[in-house]
């Protein structure tokens, strides 16, 4: 494996430990509708991070691999397999519009690279406001066998809970990535 590979898969493990950490110990339950509840982290920062910093793929496994095992760890063994499809795809989205859309580069002017992170995180959490409860409503019914209705209740709970840690988790993702810019990033050669 080369230098630059090693560096990315541990820059991608840290981060995925830290949406991990954020899930485990760091999230808020609030009390949703039909008995549920809904997670309020974030979590996603770190997701986020992942895909600005190293592109779509390490992004996605970040995601998906950091909040798959916060799931499996924290007992919330059904809920994995639509965590990692739909994590995978959060942070893949977000690496895939910085990188592959507007081309973010270190070289660019601040203003530009704060346009394209602040475009990619909002975009990465549109898209994932979307797809994991459309992911996790399909999961219920055909895999679990969930009643469509308590389904329903429960995506609609994820959505919420989505909308709600969205705006923290993208202002927390822009501040880090600023800090990390200014120290990491400014003598990185991995790119």
């Not at 519009?97 to 990465?124: D, Q, R, V």
Request: proline share 3%; net charge positive; with cysteine.
């Amino acid at each position: 494996m080369r230098n630059k590979d090693l560096t990315k898969l541990t820059l991608a493990g840290m981060l995925a430990a830290m949406a991990f950490i954020c899930f485990a110990y760091l999230r808020i339950e609030i009390p949703m509708g039909g008995g549920l509840t809904g997670k309020i982290y974030i979590g996603h920062a770190f997701i986020m991070l992942a895909a600005l910093l190293l592109g779509s793929k390490y992004g996605g496994l970040a995601g998906a691999i950091g909040l798959t095992l916060a799931d499996i760890l924290a007992g919330y063994t059904t809920s994995a397999p639509p965590t990692f499809l739909s994590k995978y795809i959060f942070g893949w989205s977000i690496g895939f519009i910085a990188h592959n859309i507007f081309h973010l580069s270190k070289e660019m002017s601040a203003g530009k690279i704060n346009k394209i992170i602040l475009a990619a995180t909002i975009g990465g959490e549109l898209i994932n406001i979307v797809t994991e409860p459309l992911i996790r409503y399909t999961f219920k019914i055909y895999v679990l066998g969930m009643p469509q209705q308590l389904a329903y209740l429960s995506a609609l709970n994820c959505a919420v809970a989505e909308v709600v840690s969205s705006i923290p988790t993208v202002a927390i993702a822009v501040t880090l990535y600023k800090v990390l810019e200014h120290s990491l990033l400014k003598n990185c050669r991995w790119e």
